[in-house]
């Protein structure tokens, strides 16, 4: 079936099986520190948006978690607008695509910052920990190394894919809505 809508309900069950690593860190910054930087709303926002959470779902998402660092007032006046505004309700009225692999892995993310791509920000222990955590180890976790190792960042991706739903990505990832959609068709059947 085609992949056009998801409701808040379900998101923690997708980010744990669905969600590529760059968002999967995202996901999880977020709910553990109930903050992101600009550069982290960015990217989640937009892939979440693509993913198919409607507007009012991720103005209710953002808020639960901005609330509990910041307040709901503050969530009110200072952040729902960038909200509205990615999903084209404010200023220019434009619809922002969400970002492709390129784009983030070119990103240059800042101490604090939780955006860009694990494979080509992350410390190689750092990224073992979070391949860990997701179940990638033993010879998977040593291709996907040597793919970071030689910067071939998209294949070791599509490698940790492969590991994950033990299932072939012929076209490999470019993007990590791709990534999601293809996980949710083999996950769905
Ligand atoms: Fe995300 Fe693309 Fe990096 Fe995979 S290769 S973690 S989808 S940016």
């Known amino acids: 079936k085609e992949f056009s809508e998801i409701s808040l309900k379900d998101i923690d069950r997708l980010a744990s099986s669905s969600f590529p ?10 709910r553990e520190n109930h ?21 009012e779902d991720a103005l209710a998402f953002w808020k639960s978690e901005f609330s509990q660092k910041v307040g709901a007032e503050r969530f009110d006046k200072e952040y729902s607008y960038s909200i509205r505004h990615n999903y084209g309700k404010e200023g220019k009225r434009t619809d922002y695509t969400p970002y492709a692999c390129h784009k983030i892995i070119s990103s240059t993310p800042s101490v604090g910052d939780h955006h860009g791509c694990p494979y080509r ?17 033993g010879r998977s976790l040593d291709d996907i190394l040597d793919k970071v190792r030689s ?10 894919f492969e590991a994950v739903h033990a299932a072939s990505c012929d076209s490999g990832i470019n993007h990590p809505n791709q990534y999601f959609e293809a996980s949710q068709k083999i996950l769905q059947t």
Not at 21 to 30: A, S, V
Not at 35 to 55: D, P, T
Not at 121 to 137: I, Y
């Open 35 to 55: 903050h992101l930087k600009h550069g982290g709303r960015m990217q989640l926002g937009l892939f979440l948006k693509a993913v198919g959470l409607k507007l």
């Open 21 to 30: 690593l760059c968002m999967r860190h995202l996901f999880d910054k977020l």
């Open 151 to 160: 910067r071939h960042y998209q294949v070791a991706c599509t490698l940790t």
């Open 121 to 137: 920000h992350f410390s190689e222990e750092n990224l073992r920990a979070a391949l860990g955590k997701m179940g990638v180890g």
